[in-house]
Each structure stands twice: as structure tokens, then as C-alpha cells.
């Protein structure tokens, strides 16, 4: 099987020159969030093979397609939009992910992101602090719809441990050394998904056989956590 790459087109970030700073606070805004975007869909599409075959073992084989076409599509509809209210931004980029990401994790993903989007309604700004919201918001709404658990090998197992990281994380100075630890524990949380029992989805009817399995989407919220990382950290 091919390997997880971080791999990143650093074209993506030459725009970005710092963290944009007002005193001591970080703060992030709808241009910022449209250079996520593309990084989520820069790191999708170099490992959409790996998805694809990590997929494979226990599923359709189809989560490699529907990420990297989901978030390219994100992507291209940030590049399109003059939208600068977060929250209009987050809802639209859901509603645009559920219509391009043919996938059961696509429409959590959205769900996610449409979440974030009434937490930051009527917001133009971001702080760094405030990252801890939107990733919760995100995995509030992946649970919502979803109905999964943590520790039922899902993508909430890569997603929740950056989430704990970045929640315990109260300082605006140490904002990009948390987010380092937030792609460390979502690594941590992805890999801890081998041998936990899959209740969820085609990798659950294989029963005791599942706990062998990395769970894909576990590896997308890793993903996730990374490139954002990456662009906070420069």
C-alpha cells in the first residue's frame, strides 16, 4: 500500500506572509480561510491513491475520489466567492462539499462544515484561539448526523485528540505551537484506530477482522488537521 504523504504545493502559501496580527491575537479571515481550502484540497488530491486503496481493504474504494473531488470543489468555490462573512463562507463551502463529495464521509464533512458556519455567522474575523471553535463546530456537526461515538473507528478519531489539544490551548501566542501538537495527536488518534472494533459502515461487517484495519477517515482528519497546520505555521 502506498504510504500517507504530507506532501504540499507551496504555491499555495506564498501569499501567506505570517500570522496576520492584531497585538497579540492572531486574526483570520475569509481570504485566510479560501488558502485552507486550498491546502485541504492540495493534501486530498496528492494522496488520493492512498485513500483509495486504504479504502479498498474494507470499503468501496471510492473515499480517495470523493475527498479529492469534494474539496477541490470547496476550493474552487472559495476562489470564486467575494464572501466575507465566515459563517456565510463555512455553509456555502458545506453545502458545495455534500453536492461534490459523493461519499458518506462527504456528507459528514459538510455537515461539519455547514455546523461551523452558524457558529460564525455575522463573524469577518477569526482569532487564532478561536480555531478550537471551528474545529469543534466541525466535529459537532460530523456527531450530529453521523451518530458515531469516539472510539467507534471513525473519522472522530483523528478529528477529536486535535480538537482536545487545541480546546486546552488558551494562549493566542502559542496558537502555532498547538496546532503542531493537534497534527501529532490526530496522527496518534488515526493510528489508534487499528484495533479498535469498526461499528460503522462496510468495515463493520467484518466484526473481530476490523480491529486489523486503519480506518480512512480517521487518515482524512489527520489530513485535515495537517494542512491547516501547515498554513498557520508558515
Given at each position: 500500500?502506498n504510504?500517507?504523504?504530507?506532501?504540499?504545493?507551496?504555491k499555495?502559501?506564498s501569499?501567506?506572509?505570517?500570522?496576520?496580527?492584531?497585538g497579540?491575537?492572531?486574526?483570520?479571515?475569509?481570504?485566510?480561510?479560501?488558502?485552507?481550502?486550498?491546502a485541504?484540497?492540495?493534501?486530498?488530491?496528492?494522496?488520493?491513491?492512498?485513500l483509495?486503496k486504504?479504502?479498498g481493504?474494507?470499503?468501496?474504494?471510492d473515499?480517495?475520489?470523493?475527498?479529492s473531488?469534494?474539496f477541490?470543489?470547496?476550493?474552487?468555490?472559495?476562489?470564486?466567492?467575494?464572501?466575507?462573512?465566515?459563517?456565510?463562507?463555512?455553509?456555502?463551502?458545506?453545502?458545495?462539499?455534500?453536492?461534490?463529495?459523493?461519499?458518506?464521509?462527504?456528507?459528514?464533512?459538510?455537515s461539519?462544515?455547514?455546523?461551523a458556519?452558524?457558529?460564525?455567522?455575522?463573524?469577518?474575523?477569526?482569532?487564532?484561539?478561536?480555531l478550537a471553535l471551528?474545529?469543534?463546530s466541525i466535529?459537532?456537526?460530523v456527531?450530529?448526523v453521523?451518530?458515531?461515538?469516539?472510539?467507534?473507528?471513525?473519522?472522530?478519531?483523528?478529528?477529536?485528540?486535535?480538537?482536545?489539544?487545541m480546546?486546552e490551548?488558551?494562549?493566542?501566542e502559542?496558537?502555532?505551537?498547538?496546532l503542531?501538537?493537534a497534527t501529532v495527536?490526530?496522527?496518534?488518534?488515526?493510528?489508534?484506530?487499528?484495533g479498535m472494533?469498526?461499528c460503522?459502515g462496510?468495515?463493520a461487517?467484518?466484526?473481530?477482522d476490523?480491529?486489523?484495519?486503519?480506518?480512512?477517515g480517521s487518515?482524512?482528519?489527520?489530513?485535515m488537521?495537517s494542512a491547516?497546520?501547515?498554513?498557520?505555521?508558515?
Open positions: 500500500m504510504k500517507l504523504k504530507i506532501l504540499f504545493n507551496n499555495l502559501f501569499a501567506y506572509q505570517g500570522n496576520r496580527r492584531e497579540d491575537n492572531m486574526l483570520l479571515t475569509a481570504k485566510d480561510f479560501v488558502q485552507i481550502f486550498d485541504w484540497a492540495s493534501i486530498m488530491v496528492t494522496n488520493k491513491d492512498y483509495i486504504l479504502d481493504i474494507a470499503g468501496d474504494g473515499l480517495g475520489l470523493s475527498m473531488d469534494g477541490k470543489a470547496i476550493q474552487k468555490f472559495g476562489h470564486e466567492t467575494d464572501i466575507e462573512d465566515l459563517g456565510l463562507l463555512f455553509y456555502n463551502a458545506g453545502k458545495t462539499m455534500n453536492k461534490y463529495a459523493s461519499s458518506s464521509l462527504g456528507t459528514l464533512i459538510s461539519g462544515l455547514m455546523e458556519g452558524k457558529t460564525f455567522k455575522g463573524k469577518s474575523k477569526m482569532t487564532g484561539c478561536d471551528f474545529l469543534e466535529q459537532d456537526g456527531m450530529n453521523g451518530k458515531a461515538k469516539i472510539g467507534e473507528k471513525t473519522f472522530l478519531d483523528g478529528f477529536n485528540p486535535a480538537v482536545q489539544v480546546k490551548n488558551m494562549s493566542e502559542s496558537v502555532e505551537l498547538a503542531q501538537k495527536a490526530a496522527q496518534q488518534g488515526s493510528a489508534s484506530t487499528v472494533l469498526a460503522w462496510r468495515a461487517r467484518r466484526g473481530e476490523s480491529r486489523q484495519i486503519l480506518d480512512p487518515e482524512v482528519a489527520y489530513l488537521i491547516l497546520s501547515k498554513y498557520i505555521n508558515g
